[in-house]
């Protein structure tokens, strides 16, 4: 008699072979065994039925690289953050404030310290810098005590009196105080608040006389900043900065054309390698370049694209066209709807305030003309934006959708993250352009078009010689000069 086969122990829920499950997927509630369906029946990847837009493609990956990017500057951050504390490390303590101040700093006379004194613009790693000064807290700490004036506000340890000539006299100092502050604008204040610290730190740290100071002083100052500062003008400025503290205190600055104060700025000027770079103009064929990447339909692209128009043909400065963020927003400083006026042959842009008419002497009146059927007419550009995104006359000029619903102000940082988002796009180099190239692109383009130089200073508010840097003459221009200079010579024009 045969021997009865074994019994195969099936699942009491798909009714498969256990042997085919894995440990604990068997039972009453088992759907059967999952099994790679053949390879010709693998599913179809279909095509997206609302493929991404160019703009939103290019969106994604802008996100992607700014991601990176911070991570990439962290991680810089952090590096350059532990090269300043292991400077400080090894460049020895902060003279205790208990001891004596020294006149100077001691010079050795050994021949190895006269040829490291000598070759001073070859500066080594372990050198002191401006930034080992303002991380030192404790020398931050004995100059906010010793300056307590630095920013012109009145001391409140004696109480005012309670009336009286003398509470009155007391009142008349702080509104004194607060007139010194606001006579600068915020941005020039703050940086001559930055400089004056600087130059405190530095008299501080080394036991030098501050104010009023000296010219030995103000050339070590300067020699000093050489190891901080690349660009020789930056270094001007700070010592010129010297100089506005002490006439805010009533003393007599070091003339500024003192002979060795002199002779070391030459030097640093002479021998820096910082060559300034300037960013590149928006031409009529970048706009136009720009245009073809952006949907008019979209209000965020109908927004950029008025504002391009904008800047570029009336050389404002940014400014005056977009603000810096959007509760900063100031319809007496920024363009708002108001601003920017249809008339019959194109657009009257009327500024309140500018960088040189900081006191609204007068409202500037900029006059663009349209240029019908054109791409780039900026008629066109405008009706746009106010035909997709309609608000009140007080409003921004440059509205964009929110994230949340609603219009906010297009500000400096969206437009110029925009223009560079797109710039890339058409292959063009981003880090070479800011927000600026519109204002210089406009002059430059204008001057080659035969613009008076005089009418380019009036219409983008230069008050000074400034804007001649702007304007890049073409190979063509200075190829045809020198061809007119050949071409009188063969004529036998000799002089």
């Known amino acids: 008699m045969g021997r009865t086969p074994k019994r195969v122990k099936k699942c009491s829920g798909c009714g498969e072979p256990l042997s085919c499950h894995k440990a604990g997927q068997y039972g009453k509630h088992c759907q059967g065994v999952a099994k790679d369906p053949p390879a010709d029946k693998q599913p179809i990847e279909l095509e997206d039925p609302n493929p991404k837009s160019a703009m939103d493609v290019l969106e994604q990956r802008k996100a992607e690289l700014e991601k990176a990017?911070?991570?990439?500057e962290l991680r810089n951050e952090v590096a350059a953050l532990e090269k300043r504390l292991g400077a400080l490390k090894s460049s020895g303590p902060t003279p205790p404030s208990g001891e004596a101040k020294q006149t100077g700093p001691k010079v050795s006379t050994s021949a190895e310290e006269a040829?490291?004194?000598?070759?001073?613009?070859?500066l080594g790693p372990g050198d002191l810098t401006l930034d080992h000064l303002r991380m030192n807290k404790e020398l931050v700490t004995r100059v906010n005590e010793n300056y307590p004036d630095l920013e012109f506000v009145t001391p409140d340890s004696k109480k005012a009196p309670a009336k009286g000539p003398a509470s009155q006299l007391c009142l008349l100092d702080r509104q004194v105080a607060a007139s010194k502050r606001s006579a600068f604008a915020t941005g020039t204040y703050n940086n001559l608040r930055t400089q004056w610290r600087s130059f405190l730190l530095f008299c501080e740290y080394f036991g030098l006389p501050a104010l009023p100071t000296d010219v030995p002083t103000l050339a070590r100052y300067a020699q000093f900043l050489s190891r901080s500062c690349k660009s020789p003008d930056t270094i001007k400025i700070y010592v010129h900065g010297v100089r506005q503290l002490h006439l805010f205190h009533g003393l007599t600055a070091p003339p500024a054309n003192a002979f060795d104060l002199k002779l070391v700025l030459t030097s640093l000027s002479r021998h820096s390698a910082h060559v300034s770079q300037q960013k590149l103009p928006i031409t009529p064929s970048i706009l136009l370049r720009l245009r073809s990447l952006l949907d008019l339909r979209r209000p965020l692209h109908a927004t950029l694209w008025a504002a391009f128009c904008v800047g570029f043909f009336t050389l404002l400065r940014k400014s005056?066209?977009?603000?810096?963020?959007?509760?900063?927003f100031s319809p007496d400083k920024h363009?708002?709807?108001e601003s920017i006026?249809?008339?019959?042959?194109?657009?009257m842009v009327h500024?309140?305030?500018?960088?040189t008419r900081q006191f609204r002497q007068r409202v500037l009146q900029l006059p663009v003309s349209a240029i019908p059927?054109?791409?780039?007419?900026?008629r066109q550009a405008v009706l746009n934006m106010l035909h997709l995104l309609p608000a009140k006359d007080s409003s921004p000029a440059f509205l964009v959708p929110a994230s949340g619903g609603g219009l906010v102000s297009l500000t400096h940082a969206t437009f110029v993250s925009h223009l560079k988002t797109l710039l890339e796009a058409a292959g063009l180099p981003s880090a070479q352009y800011s927000g600026h190239s519109f204002r210089r692109g406009g002059a430059t383009f204008a001057w080659r078009c035969g613009a008076d130089s005089n009418t380019i200073k009036l219409l983008g508010d230069w008050s000074s010689d400034a804007y001649e840097v702007y304007l890049d003459s073409s190979l063509e221009q200075r190829r045809s000069f020198g061809k007119h200079l050949a071409d009188t010579i063969s004529r036998g024009l000799l002089g």
């Open 69 to 72: 990017i911070a991570e990439a």
């Open 115 to 122: 040829a490291t004194l000598g070759a001073a613009l070859h």
């Open 320 to 328: 005056n066209l977009v603000p810096p963020s959007g509760t900063a």
């Open 335 to 337: 363009l708002a709807r």
């Open 341 to 347: 006026q249809l008339t019959a042959d194109g657009l």
């Open 351 to 355: 500024v309140k305030w500018s960088k």
């Open 373 to 378: 059927g054109h791409p780039l007419c900026p």
